[in-house]
């Protein structure tokens, strides 16, 4: 991950977050926006915060699995704009590392390369979708809203465009740019932005289902299959069959992928080394 080295995250554990939490459950990573008087809309020192997490994530083998979730009735109300046009508002933290360059919400979500799950327990705003267009699944209770309503300000959604392209169809990202109007849950789920709709009292325990069955799985091959889901589509047409097959033959050489094939024939759990 470009925004943060293996080295930087080697200081994880001495830094104190100002507006996110995180929790280690064997290999489920959760980080928890924590900024709820604000809406959870994040600084660009939150965002350092959120990037480093994920950097932390990216880099420690035995994290399989992310879940991002927020305290408060609202997800994430996308960026403070006061914080990011004037740095006197934002909350510095000491503790965390500089980054090797400004941090991009979007860019560090594509460069995780490990299932991430969203838990969207309220309205996501804005730059909120960076958040959760960047994860792998998006589980949110029916009564969410999602909304871009960055015209009503003058504005512009740019970024979000480019997380949302290749979710939702252009007619769709251009209608909710150009209308900045409020979506329902369901409305969210019929075009591709979320996974799946969980009742309140059920979210949670759903999130952790999904969470364990992941974990359970080969990580070597969900992160090299990862890496080429996102690759392949830059290569020429004719040429994409030849490249997945290249990427198979070097998953089908690990570890892994012996464990996998021995473990089955001898009916039991495979020990998944990421190797």
């Not at 604000?38 to 420690?60: D, G, Q």
């Not at 704009?81 to 965390?96: G, K, Q, Y």
């Not at 030849?242 to 759990?269: H, N, P, T």
Request: glycine content about 6%; proline content about 5%.
């Amino acid at each position: 991950m470009r925004f943060y080295s293996e080295n930087d995250i080697a200081r994880f554990d001495n830094v104190s977050f100002v507006f996110i939490e995180t929790e280690e459950h064997e290999s489920v990573f959760k980080i928890i926006l924590n900024r709820p008087e604000k809406r959870n809309a994040f600084t660009p020192t939150m965002a350092e915060e959120i990037v480093f997490a994920l950097a932390y994530a990216h880099y420690s083998s035995h994290i399989r699995c992310v879940v991002l979730s927020a305290r408060g009735p609202v997800f994430c109300a996308g960026a403070d704009l006061n914080a990011f046009h004037d740095a006197s508002v934002d909350t510095p933290n000491p503790t965390l590392p500089r980054p090797n360059e400004p941090v991009k919400l979007g860019d560090a979500f594509a460069q995780l390369f490990k299932p991430a799950i969203a838990q969207v327990e309220g309205a996501v705003l804005a730059g909120g979708f960076l958040l959760i267009c960047g994860c792998t699944f998006v589980y949110t209770i029916p009564e969410a809203k999602f909304s871009l309503p960055e015209v009503k300000r003058g504005i512009w959604p740019m970024q979000v465009m480019a997380s949302l392209s290749g979710l939702v169809a252009d007619r769709k990202i251009l209608e909710m740019a150009i209308t900045g109007r409020s979506y329902s849950a369901m409305e969210a789920l019929n075009m591709g932005l979320v996974t799946q709709l969980e009742p309140q009292e059920t979210l949670s325990v759903r999130v952790q289902e999904l969470a364990e069955l992941i974990a359970g799985n080969a990580p070597l091959a969900i992160m090299e299959g990862m890496k080429a889901f996102a690759a392949f589509k830059d290569v020429a047409t004719d040429e994409r069959h030849g490249y997945l097959q290249e990427k198979l033959q070097a998953i089908l050489l690990s570890k892994d992928a012996k464990e996998g094939v021995l473990a089955f024939r001898e009916k039991r759990k495979p020990n998944w080394q990421g190797e």
